[in-house]
Structure formats: C-alpha cells, structure tokens
C-alpha cells in the first residue's frame, strides 16, 4: 500500500492521538501470548497432576490431565486476554 505511513508512538504523542488507538496489532499479540503461556503453565500442571498419587510422567493419566490443563490454560489466557 503507499502512501500508507507507521507512526511511532512519540510522534503522535504531540498530535493529540491517543495511545489507545494504535494499539490493535499489540492487543492481539498480547493476547497470542497470554494463551500461549496458559497453554504451557496448564498443560504442565496438569501433566504433574498424577505424581500426586505415584503415577508416572507418561501414564495414560498424566497425558489425559495435561491435555485438561492445557485446555484449561486455553481457556484462561483467553478469559484473561478479553477483560
């Protein structure tokens, strides 16, 4: 596309626009992330789950409560991403 201009915060700061605006492509990377790392942090806790009661780490226990927690942690770093 020309003539389209990327404007870095400190320039517009004097222009009256507000920082709010420009920050669609940070919301959704900061919400890529926060899924991400509840998908991680889920899983892994939900894989360690089954240790609590003498399972191993790749009992068909640990893989089904770490797939829970993943999805779990999916779901909480969307919640959290939204509001």
């Known amino acids: 596309m020309l003539g ?3 404007y870095f915060v400190s320039e517009l ?3 009256g626009v507000e ?3 420009l920050t669609g492509a ?3 990377m900061n ?3 926060l899924i991400m790392i509840g998908l991680v942090v889920g ?3 939900g894989g360690f789950i089954p240790s609590l009661w003498g399972d191993g780490g790749l009992s068909m226990a640990s893989v089904l409560t770490g797939a829970i927690g993943g999805f779990l942690g999916i779901w909480a ?3 959290i991403s939204r509001g």
């Open 4 to 6: 389209t201009r990327r």
């Open 13 to 15: 700061a004097g222009r």
């Open 19 to 21: 920082v709010d605006e």
């Open 26 to 28: 940070q919301v959704a």
């Open 31 to 33: 919400s890529k992330s």
């Open 43 to 45: 899983s892994t806790l």
């Open 77 to 79: 770093g969307y919640k």
